[in-house]
C-alpha cells in the first residue's frame, strides 16, 4: 500500500512530537495468555502474598535447578529485566506470556501459576491459604537448604494437583 | 507478500534538519533483529540507569517487556493483523501492528469498523523520556498513525481507529491527535484507557500538519 505524504505534513508533526514531548507506545495487554487462564485480576494490589509467594517460587526453583537470572531468562525465553522485577519486587505484575513461559519451563500448571502471579482468580481460599504458608516457610536464605527444598516440593505438589 | 515503501521524512532532532526515511506496509524479519539486536540492549541499560537513579517503577518505560517477535508469530501475517514500520539511515525507527476486527465505540459510530492500533513503538533513541536531550528522530508516531488512518480509508473504514493507550501516551492521543477519550476499559487488562478517532477527527489530523 502506496501512502502519499508530503515532507511539510512529516517535518510539521515532527515538530509537534517535540513540543509536546509526548510518547506515543500503545498496547498493554500481552498477545499471549493461557487460553484456560480466568480474567485478569485487575484487583490483586490487594493480594501483595500471592505476589511474594510467586517471586519466592520463581527464586527457588530456578536455585534448584543452579540457573542464573540470565540462564533461565535464556532458556524460558524471558526478559531477564522482568525475571530481576519478579524474583526482587512484590508488587511487580508480570506478563501473562512471562508467566505462561516460566510455567512451561517449570513444568507446572499455568492456571496455578498465573493465580500465584496475581493474573487470575483462584477459585477457592485455600490455595492462596497455601501460597501464604509457602511464602512464610521459604524465606530467603543463602543457600536452597533441606527445608526451603522441602517447602518447594510440597508447594509444587499442591500446583500440580490443581485443576 | 510482498512489503511497499514511501518515501516520507523524519525531522533530525539536534540540527532540526529533515530526514529521508521510508515507511513500510510490513513488518520484516529485518525489523525483529534491529528489535533484538539495537532496540533491547537500549531499553535495558534505561531501565538499569532509571533503577539506579531511585526513579520510580512506574515511571520507566512501559514497553520494556514487550516482545515484538513474539506478537510477529503470533499473528502469523494474519490478513487481519497489518503491519508498518519506520526506517531511516538502515535502522527501524517505529513499528505498528493493527487488527482489523474491531467496532467503534463511540456513539456517533457505533458497530461501525475500525482499524484497531493493537501495538505502537518508538525506537528507544527517539523517545524523550528514555534518550532525554539526545533523542535522535521526531515523527514515528505521527507517521504510524497516518498510517493506520490511510489504511482505515482504504479498506473503507473513512479514517476510523481506535486503541488503549499506555498511560505515559494518554496526553499526546487525546490533544495532538485529537482523539475521544472513552476513558479507563474495565474489560482490557490494566484498565488501559481507549481512545477512538471518527472520519472527522481524522481529518483533522490530517490537516493539522498541513497547517503553516
Keep these: 500500500m502506496k501512502i502519499e505524504v508530503t515532507k511539510d505534513w512529516c517535518i510539521r508533526m515532527a515538530r509537534l512530537e517535540v513540543e ?5 507506545e500503545i498496547g498493554g ?18 493480594m501483595p502474598e500471592t505476589n511474594i509467594a510467586f517471586g519466592r517460587f520463581v527464586s527457588l526453583m530456578r536455585r534448584k535447578r543452579r540457573q542464573t537470572v540470565e540462564s533461565l531468562a535464556e532458556d524460558a525465553e524471558i526478559d531477564v529485566t522482568e525475571l530481576v522485577e519478579i524474583e526482587e519486587d512484590n508488587h511487580h505484575k508480570p506478563e501473562p506470556r512471562t508467566v505462561y513461559q516460566l510455567a512451561k519451563h517449570f513444568d507446572v500448571p499455568t492456571p496455578s501459576l498465573m493465580q500465584l502471579a496475581g493474573l487470575s482468580v483462584a477459585k477457592n481460599a485455600s490455595f492462596y491459604e497455601e501460597a501464604i504458608r509457602f511464602a512464610a516457610r521459604s524465606e530467603t536464605v543463602e543457600e536452597l537448604n533441606d527445608i526451603e527444598r522441602a517447602a518447594l516440593e510440597a508447594f509444587v505438589s499442591v500446583l500440580s494437583n490443581r485443576k | 507478500m510482498s512489503i511497499e515503501t514511501s518515501p516520507v521524512f523524519l525531522l533530525d532532532v539536534s540540527s532540526g534538519q529533515p530526514i529521508d526515511a521510508e515507511l513500510l506496509d510490513g513488518i520484516a524479519e529485518q525489523q525483529l533483529v534491529h528489535w533484538e539486536d539495537e532496540w533491547m540492549p537500549v531499553l535495558r541499560d534505561a531501565v538499569e540507569r532509571m533503577k539506579a537513579a531511585g526513579i520510580e517503577r512506574t515511571k520507566w518505560p512501559q514497553s520494556r517487556h514487550w516482545d515484538w517477535r513474539q506478537k510477529a508469530q503470533g499473528f502469523d501475517r494474519a490478513l487481519a493483523n497489518p503491519g508498518f514500520c519506520v526506517t531511516c539511515q538502515g535502522m527501524t525507527q517505529g513499528m505498528m501492528f493493527l487488527d482489523l476486527l474491531h467496532k467503534a465505540r463511540i456513539k456517533s459510530q457505533t458497530g461501525k469498523e475500525l482499524v484497531y492500533i493493537e501495538y505502537l513503538e518508538n525506537a528507544p533513541w527517539n523517545r524523550r523520556h528514555i534518550a532525554g536531550d539526545e533523542a535522535r528522530f521526531a515523527g514515528v508516531g505521527s507517521l504510524l498513525v497516518r498510517a493506520a488512518i490511510e489504511l482505515s480509508r482504504e479498506e473503507g473504514f473513512k479514517g476510523r481507529i481506535g486503541l488503549h493507550s499506555l498511560p505515559q501516551s494518554n496526553a499526546w492521543y487525546a490533544n495532538t491527535c485529537g482523539m475521544t477519550d472513552l476513558g479507563a476499559d474495565p474489560d482490557y487488562p490494566h484498565q488501559l484507557r481507549y481512545f477512538e478517532m471518527t472520519p472527522e477527527q481524522a481529518e483533522a489530523f490530517l490537516a493539522k500538519g498541513n497547517t503553516p
Design chain 1, 29 to 46: 495487554a500481552s498477545a499471549v495468555a493461557s487460553p484456560d487462564a480466568v480474567a485478569l485480576d485487575l484487583s490483586s494490589e490487594s
Design chain 1, 20 to 24: 509536546t514531548g509526548a510518547d506515543m
